[in-house]
């Protein structure tokens, strides 16, 4: 198809194949029988190396028109082939008096087919011939495939005769798929004919609804895979939704229903306007523009969007800063808005095929005639305007078209979508004061039902940010960060969604506290609401949380909530941070960490309110963040926090937990008294208080078992799959260094480390009871990687390896982490604790970073007491517990600058060992 590549510029620039051709037939003849192909090789490779340059300098010229470049990177390789193909039948392989059988024609299937292509994608191909493959056949296409391979291509190929690829159609969606895109290349055109024809016949003939059915199904399986989400900030700009897989579904309904050969075609046969269709071509190419530089960038077939790849693409692609805003975000930006266009073109294409496909007659259309709900029409499952002026008569009417979706539960029409988007405009101060249509935003906020699908549509369509226009900020907003999966605006649509479930007891066994918490709650509605603004101001170059409380105060009162409701919404948008980082960044066996957290919330309604909106905000961060270990933190703090404000800040509450856990000790241990009584004796007060029962349990025995055995050493691993880890217990005589020797070790074994509570006894021994997952956040579980924990903590303990040289021999952080740059920070507190000084890590997350920290606090002669470590991403967050060699607190000043200066060092370190690797290079 020559009109294939009309659009292609200066197409002999690329290659011309005539040239091509004579240099290769005349090289071919002048070599040597059994050197010819190996000669067509090199004739060829030039003319792919040349068009390959050409290619690159206009990917750098022009590097947005990636449909062009697609289609320019096809013609090149349809050349090559067709000259390959030639060649090799008449010169190679060639027949004098072919037979019937000794035919072949060259079909370019898939997205080859479709006349696009990357520059790492496969070339899929289709070797067609009459009958089962002849000697002649065979030959042809295995010469053609290893001079393909020769040239360094990927090669998909398939070799079926017309019948065999009927019968593989017939079996399997993927290949009906990719055959109905097949295009004829070169050969035996009456034989890809023959083939045409009989596909539309055998194949397509009376099976669209099936068709569209599957593909329908094929698309919404092919989303949950890729994250179901339209925003997510590493998308998969091919298979995610919103990306290029979505537009060619569409084509492909297209041309199985209706026989359309092109998108313009699709205007043609009436399922997109001329309007939708310049979108369908804007998008496409702006996704192909992006899919060439991931290719070119990451030199192989890289459809994620990473973010070490934004930066670049961002800068190649002529994206230029703005006042707050950076190149790599506007990038971004324009590509969540591409895919919401995919989104909506999508619901239009389907709706326009649905009327079609109907064929309602004007008496079915009057027997099924529309209801009416408050002026709009509802038929067949779908809400929709009933004019084009609708929403100008009254613009209140964009909420209210959302509201009804809502409690009547159904869909709006993609029609009217595309309506209440072009006249969001109309929402204006007039409409936003409006007391009623704060009340419908309010009760789709709050609704029992379906909020997160609701809320998700009014953003689709423009009307939430106009009507918020705070939120509108946030709006495809990119967090630039490993954490965060999402951008702004659909993490809190995602966190009102988690809400709603708990709330309706559907996810009771993941959250059984936070079910039972929402039954007690005074005001739901502020939870809905703080949980819609928990993060609205992000991205405005202060503290979120104190600009999101601003935002609370002025938005609530409008929304229609009380002066007392107003406060407490903003207190748990300025507080919503503190939970978490109080649960996963401090001890919380330190009864002063409860003390200070319980002044702070100062009551049971916002202590429960703020553990709902922390588990949801958590929750709502991406797949993988949530796990059980921060369940259990979370809820420890929860209840230790209502007994201080049930009962008051009384010290009488700690000594009776002290009681309470030796006396079921006792009871559990199966000891006589005494010698319980001499087991109690051994340690502090702060190893009672810090130690959950299950784990004092597991503590005595191994104690015992080991004095018992003179072990002087003794190493115990316990996986807790609900929580997702693995405990590690280490009992060992007490020495300087002993916990980043153990940390050194658990390092060297492929472990991380999230929790350590480091306990000496009275006559001089230590238990340190060390949380630890596997690199992926899950618990380290199967035996082969628990006896590869033990023997590496055992081998650095004994002294039998040099952890730093092993340690210093570890790769650097992964690429993606070198995307970003994270300040190292140490923040010392004095006054977070009674006993101890608190220390807090911020640095670049990387392998070994505890034994770094931790080997430093012992060459500056300070004893670690418990470390807690949190992870956000690319960010590590290490907390230390720490007394001097004494007991007593670090205090002198000259002493605390020394420390902070030196965990500093250790913080930065793998940058400055980057900066010298790559002087080192140059």
């Keep these: 198809m020559a009109s294939l590549f009309d659009s292609v510029p200066a197409r002999r620039e690329l290659i011309d194949r005539k040239i091509v051709a004579a240099e290769a037939e005349a090289t071919v003849m002048a070599a040597k029988p059994e050197a010819r192909r190996e000669a067509l090789v090199g004739v060829l490779k030039k003319a792919l190396v040349a068009g390959r340059a050409v290619l690159k300098e206009r990917i750098a010229e022009t590097p947005r028109r990636g449909l062009e470049l697609a289609q320019s990177n096809c013609f090149l390789l349809d050349q090559i082939l067709r000259i390959a193909f030639d060649v090799t039948i008449t010169r190679l392989w060639p027949t004098d008096n072919p037979t019937m059988a000794e035919r072949l024609a060259l079909v370019a299937v898939g997205g080859y087919g479709r006349g696009e292509l990357a520059p790492f994608s496969d070339i899929d191909l289709m070797f067609l011939s009459p009958l089962k493959a002849t000697a002649w056949v065979e030959q042809v296409v295995e010469s053609l495939l290893y001079t393909l391979w020769d040239l360094g291509l990927k090669v998909g190929h398939s070799t079926r005769t017309v019948d065999e690829a009927m019968r593989m159609a017939k079996a399997d969606l993927s290949v009906k798929t990719a055959l109905l895109e097949a295009r004829y290349l070169w050969g035996d055109a009456k034989l890809a004919d023959e083939f045409a024809l009989r596909f539309r016949r055998e194949i397509v003939a009376g099976q669209a609804r099936t068709f569209v059915a599957e593909k329908m199904a094929e698309r919404e399986e092919r989303h949950k895979r890729m994250g179901d989400s339209r925003y997510l900030v590493e998308p998969n700009i091919k298979e995610g939704k919103g990306g290029l897989r979505d537009l060619q579904t569409l084509f492909w309904i297209g041309k199985f229903v209706l026989d359309a050969r092109d998108p313009a075609e699709l205007v043609v046969k009436g399922l997109?306007?001329?309007?939708?269709?310049?979108?369908?071509?804007?998008?496409?190419?702006?996704?192909?523009?992006?899919?060439?530089?991931?290719?070119?960038?990451?030199?192989?077939?890289?459809?994620?969007?990473?973010?070490?790849?934004?930066?670049?693409?961002?800068?190649?692609?002529?994206?230029?800063?703005?006042?707050?805003?950076?190149?790599?975000?506007?990038?971004?930006?324009?590509?969540?808005?591409?895919?919401?266009?995919?989104?909506?073109?999508?619901?239009?294409?389907?709706?326009?095929?649905?009327?079609q496909t109907r064929g309602l007659s004007r008496l079915a259309r009057l027997i099924r005639r529309p209801k009416r709900l408050n002026g709009f029409l509802v038929a067949r499952g779908r809400i929709e305007a009933p004019s084009d002026d609708f929403f100008r008569e009254d613009p209140v009417r964009l909420l209210e078209l959302f509201q009804l979706a809502d409690l009547q539960q159904v869909e709006i029409?993609?029609?009217?979508?595309?309506?209440?988007?072009?006249?969001?405009?109309?929402?204006?101060?007039?409409?936003?004061?409006?007391?009623?249509?704060?009340?419908?935003?309010?009760?789709?906020?709050?609704?029992?039902?379906?909020?997160?699908?609701?809320?998700?549509?009014?953003?689709?369509?423009?009307?939430?940010?106009?009507?918020?226009?705070?939120?509108?900020?946030?709006?495809?907003?990119?967090?630039?960060?490993?954490?965060?999966?999402?951008?702004v605006d659909e993490h809190s649509i995602r966190a009102i969604g988690l809400l709603s479930r708990i709330e309706k007891g559907e996810l009771a066994d993941e959250h059984p506290l936070s079910t039972a918490i929402m039954k007690k709650i005074a005001s739901r509605r502020v939870l809905y609401v703080a949980v819609l603004l928990h993060d609205i101001a992000k991205g405005r170059g202060g503290d979120h949380s104190i600009l999101g409380a601003d935002v609370a105060e002025r938005l609530c009162p409008r929304l229609g909530l009380s002066p007392a409701e107003t406060e407490t919404v903003a207190w748990l948008v300025r507080w919503h941070l503190l939970m978490s980082a109080t649960a996963f960044k401090r001890d919380l066996a330190d009864y002063k960490t409860i003390l200070d957290f319980a002044d702070q919330v100062a009551s049971?309604?916002?202590?429960?309110?703020?553990?709902?909106?922390?588990?949801?905000?958590?929750?709502?961060?991406?797949?993988?963040?949530?796990?059980?270990?921060?369940?259990?933190?979370?809820?420890?703090?929860?209840?230790?926090?209502?007994?201080?404000l049930r009962l008051g800040h009384v010290e009488k509450g700690r000594e009776l937990r002290l009681a309470e856990r030796r006396s079921r000790l006792e009871a559990s241990a199966g000891l006589d008294p005494e010698s319980f009584a001499r087991h109690a004796r051994r340690f502090f007060d702060s190893y009672w208080l810090a130690e959950p029962q299950d784990v004092l349990e597991a503590n005595l025995r191994q104690m015992v078992e080991a004095d018992a055995a003179g072990r002087a050493l003794s190493i115990r691993l316990a996986p807790d799959p609900f929580r997702g880890t693995t405990l590690v217990t280490v009992y060992a005589l007490d020495h300087p260094g002993l916990f980043y020797r153990i940390a050194g070790g658990i390092s060297l074994a492929g472990a991380n480390i999230i929790d350590a509570r480091i306990h000496t006894t009275r006559d001089g021994m230590a238990i340190d009871n060390i949380t630890i997952q596997d690199p992926l956040g899950g618990p380290f579980d199967e035996p082969a990687q628990l006896a590869r924990v033990e023997r590496a903590i055992e081998d650095a303990l004994m002294g039998r390896v040099r952890l730093q040289d092993r340690l210093a021999q570890r790769p650097l952080p992964r690429r993606r982490q070198e995307a970003f740059r994270v300040e190292p920070q140490v923040f010392i507190d004095n006054q977070a604790s009674n006993r101890l000084?608190?220390?807090?890590?911020?640095?670049?997350?990387?392998?070994?970073?505890?034994?770094?920290?931790?080997?430093?606090?012992?060459?500056?002669?300070?004893?670690?007491?418990?470390?807690?470590?949190?992870?956000?991403?690319?960010?590590?967050?290490?907390?230390?517990?720490?007394?001097?060699?004494?007991?007593?607190?670090?205090?002198?000043?000259?002493?605390?600058?020394?420390?902070?200066?030196?965990?500093?060092?250790?913080?930065?370190?793998?940058a400055e060992r980057r900066a010298a690797d790559m002087a080192a290079a140059e």
């Excluded at 202590?607 to 921060?630: E, F, S, Y």
């Excluded at 992870?871 to 967050?877: D, F, L, Q």
Aim: proline share 4%; net charge positive.
């Design 837 to 910: 000084t608190v220390v807090e890590v911020n640095a670049l997350d990387r392998p070994a970073l505890l034994f770094a920290l931790t080997y430093a606090l012992y060459g500056l002669r300070i004893a670690i007491h418990s470390a807690h470590v949190a992870t956000y991403g690319e960010r590590a967050v290490d907390t230390f517990y720490l007394t001097d060699l004494t007991g007593d607190k670090i205090t002198s000043a000259a002493r605390l600058k020394t420390l902070e200066r030196r965990l500093l060092e250790v913080a930065a370190a793998p």
């Design 272 to 355: 997109l306007s001329a309007a939708e269709h310049r979108q369908f071509v804007r998008a496409l190419n702006h996704l192909w523009a992006i899919r060439f530089q991931l290719h070119t960038l990451a030199g192989r077939a890289e459809e994620r969007l990473t973010f070490d790849l934004q930066r670049e693409i961002a800068a190649r692609l002529g994206y230029r800063g703005r006042p707050g805003v950076a190149p790599v975000e506007r990038f971004m930006r324009h590509y969540f808005m591409t895919a919401r266009t995919v989104g909506d073109l999508s619901g239009l294409f389907l709706a326009h095929l649905d009327e």
């Design 413 to 487: 029409h993609p029609q009217t979508m595309r309506q209440a988007n072009r006249d969001a405009v109309l929402i204006n101060d007039r409409v936003r004061r409006d007391p009623r249509a704060n009340a419908l935003f309010l009760e789709v906020l709050t609704s029992p039902r379906r909020p997160e699908t609701v809320l998700r549509w009014m953003n689709e369509a423009g009307v939430f940010g106009r009507f918020v226009p705070d939120f509108g900020r946030v709006v495809a907003k990119m967090q630039y960060d490993m954490y965060h999966h999402y951008t």
């Design 604 to 644: 049971l309604e916002r202590l429960r309110l703020l553990l709902v909106l922390t588990v949801v905000d958590i929750r709502a961060v991406g797949p993988g963040v949530w796990n059980g270990w921060k369940a259990q933190l979370l809820t420890t703090l929860f209840e230790s926090a209502e007994e201080v």
